[in-house]
């Protein structure tokens, strides 16, 4: 398969989400060998990425598969980590619309005091 532009960006943010910073961290993670962790990393590399190798990376960082290849669909399959933000997340999805408004003009004003 071949990687759509700008991979490695989107390989980077998905590392960096999973406190990886070089291709060495890249490499222990996912099983691969240094050298094409590197190739991976590498900005001009035009990019062809097997399936495995992909979703070894998926798997790793908890990134879509989609997303990583493509840039297309929701970056990072993460769920919540804790009881309560997938109690958050399930009231979330109960609301109305409108009640969605009100919860996320709410959650801004919290979020953003100084």
Request: net charge positive; proline share 3%; with cysteine.
């Amino acid at each position: 398969m071949k990687a759509q532009p700008r991979f490695h960006c989107r390989l980077r943010v998905a590392m960096g989400a999973n406190g990886m910073k070089t291709a060495e961290d890249l490499a222990k993670a996912t099983k691969l060998s240094r050298a094409k962790a590197y190739r991976l990393l590498a900005v001009n590399e035009a990019t062809r990425i097997d399936a495995l190798t992909l979703f070894r990376i998926a798997d790793a960082t908890q990134f879509s598969s989609r997303w990583l290849l493509s840039g297309v669909g929701t970056p990072s399959i993460r769920m919540a980590t804790t009881p309560d933000e997938q109690w958050m997340i399930d009231a979330y999805r109960r609301l109305s619309n409108d009640d969605r408004t009100i919860i996320r003009g709410a959650l801004t004003q919290l979020t953003t005091r100084a």
